[in-house]
């Protein structure tokens, strides 16, 4: 099976669900990704197999499904997300607190000045699956979702361990793995604006949720 389906195969433009991913001929295409999806999750340890406590709170996931095209519209890769649903999640019990780090635009304004005054080089950085490399500090379980295969002698749900997307805490826990990250390497925070670090006097670090800007 080749990665991308025949050109005369139309791919949706928008995002579709595991019922509609399993007709058609883009079925195989699909379930590719879908898999792909699934052993980059084991591989980062997003979730082990376990048997649920007692009374335990657990919500639901999904996968959705979409192409990711260039700028000229070209499919360049089938992709399959695996979500949770994080509206069953309940405060206090599987979250505490939950943001996702915006700068503000009068700091991205300022780079950017800085950047063209000193002739600085700009580089945008897109982290593959950022959220998936931030740890969980609370226990949250989620059912099987459709699509993936388990060893039901282990269990019958999934303990996260990642933040994973669609978590209400996911942004939040990323930030703080990557300001982590960031000063261990001696970037310095901007403490009236944590979005922003600083290495000396010409390097800057730019952090927009999950994407980085580097000066």
């Known amino acids: 099976l080749d990665d991308l389906p025949p050109e005369d ?3 949706p433009r928008g995002q579709i669900g595991f019922g509609l991913s399993n007709k058609g001929p883009l079925k195989p295409y699909w379930e590719a990704a879908r898999q792909d999806e699934i052993n980059k999750q084991i591989r980062l340890g997003v979730f082990e197999v376990c048997k649920p406590p007692e009374g335990a709170n657990i919500i639901r996931g999904h996968f959705i499904h979409s192409g990711k095209f260039d ?3 070209k499919l360049k890769k089938m992709k399959a997300r695996l979500v949770a649903d994080g509206c069953g999640q309940l405060h206090g019990v599987d979250y505490e607190y939950t943001y996702a780090p915006t700068p503000s635009p009068e700091i991205m304004r300022m780079l950017f ?47 996260l361990k990642r933040a994973l997307y669609g978590l209400k805490q996911a942004g939040r826990q990323w930030s703080l793995n990557l300001n982590e990250k960031l000063k261990a390497h001696k970037w310095e925070q901007n403490p009236h604006e944590p979005c922003l670090f600083k290495r000396g006097l010409n390097s800057f670090i730019l952090i927009y949720v999950d994407d980085i800007l580097i000066v």
Do not use: C
């Not at 000045?113 to 593959?128: K, L, M, P, S």
């Open 9 to 11: 195969i139309i791919v």
């Open 71 to 73: 700028s000229l519209g």
């Open 113 to 159: 000045t800085i950047a063209a005054n000193r002739d600085f080089e700009v580089h945008q950085v897109d982290v593959d699956s950022a959220y998936l490399h931030a740890p969980l500090d609370t226990d949250v379980y989620m059912y099987v979702p459709k699509g993936v295969q388990i060893d039901h002698d282990r269990g019958d749900v999934l303990h």
